[in-house]
């Protein structure tokens, strides 16, 4: 049987993992966290006595990979482990494992390419990555949820709507409802066509990649440069993690 490696996405509000062999480029286990909790993640992956495990990791109470995987080489994605491409970032240990691996995704699939990433988790990153300057940096804007919550945090009557519920069919809005889903979601789309837009200015044959568990709400954008890559930071780890086995 093939040896097995594992790489974890550990985000503020879910636990992405997977599972692959030396010998193939699919995944032979990939599961998402049901809570925030890491232990029916964790020890999927320990069943599987993986010979390497890299996490990348923006929690601050993150357990000891160690204690998990005493057996086999543990790595944390930062800017100190071997990277295939410069970082151009003022402070690189203020970088967050989350960018730096969703940078290393869109490395993974065009390497030869400019990328923008554009993760949309509890906040939205966007990575900036060229073929010949490597990582450029980035930017950061509040998430799908965290745009409800500010208005609804912030204001003495505006309501948090609840994540079943849809916007009417009707624009303008015509109750608060619908205008507060209108005004997050076309906000969000407008970002990310001016993002986009801006990049492909400058990089006329690069790649836009949408990822991150609230990209779906989005697929009606994935045309032209813009391609929908939900595993894309897993891809990123996995490629980071044979990097550090060579």
């Not at 193939?24 to 809570?35: F, L």
């Not at 450029?136 to 948090?160: C, D, N, V, W, Y």
Request: charged fraction near 25%.
């Amino acid at each position: 049987m093939n040896p097995y490696y594992a790489v974890i996405d550990e985000g503020n509000s879910r636990i992405k993992a997977a599972l692959f062999s030396s010998k193939s480029q699919d995944w032979q286990w990939k599961g998402v966290s049901s809570t925030y909790d890491c232990r029916e993640v964790y020890e999927q992956i320990r069943r599987a006595k993986p010979l390497a495990v890299l996490r990348a990791s923006v929690r601050k109470d993150k357990q000891p990979l160690d204690q998990w995987f005493g057996s086999a080489r543990c790595f944390e994605l930062s800017s100190k482990i071997n990277l295939p491409f410069r970082i151009n970032y003022d402070n690189p240990l203020s970088l967050g494992a989350d960018r730096l691996a969703g940078a290393a995704g869109a490395w993974a699939r065009h390497p030869d390419r400019a990328s923008l990433v554009i993760d949309m988790g509890t906040c939205i990153n966007f990575e900036y990555l060229s073929p010949d300057q490597g990582y450029l940096g980035g930017k950061i804007s509040p998430g799908f949820a965290m745009r409800f919550m500010a208005m609804h945090q912030g204001t003495e009557k505006l309501p948090l709507p609840k994540d079943e519920e849809e916007p009417g069919r009707f624009f303008p809005a015509r109750n608060t409802q619908d205008a507060l889903w209108f005004g997050v979601n076309q906000g969000i789309e407008a970002e990310i066509e001016a993002a986009t837009a801006r990049f492909i200015r400058s990089y006329p044959s690069g790649r836009v990649f949408l990822t991150g568990g609230d990209a779906p709400k989005f697929a009606h954008l994935t045309k032209n440069h813009i391609f929908a890559a939900p595993d894309l930071t897993l891809e990123g780890l996995a490629a980071l993690l044979r990097l550090q086995m060579v």
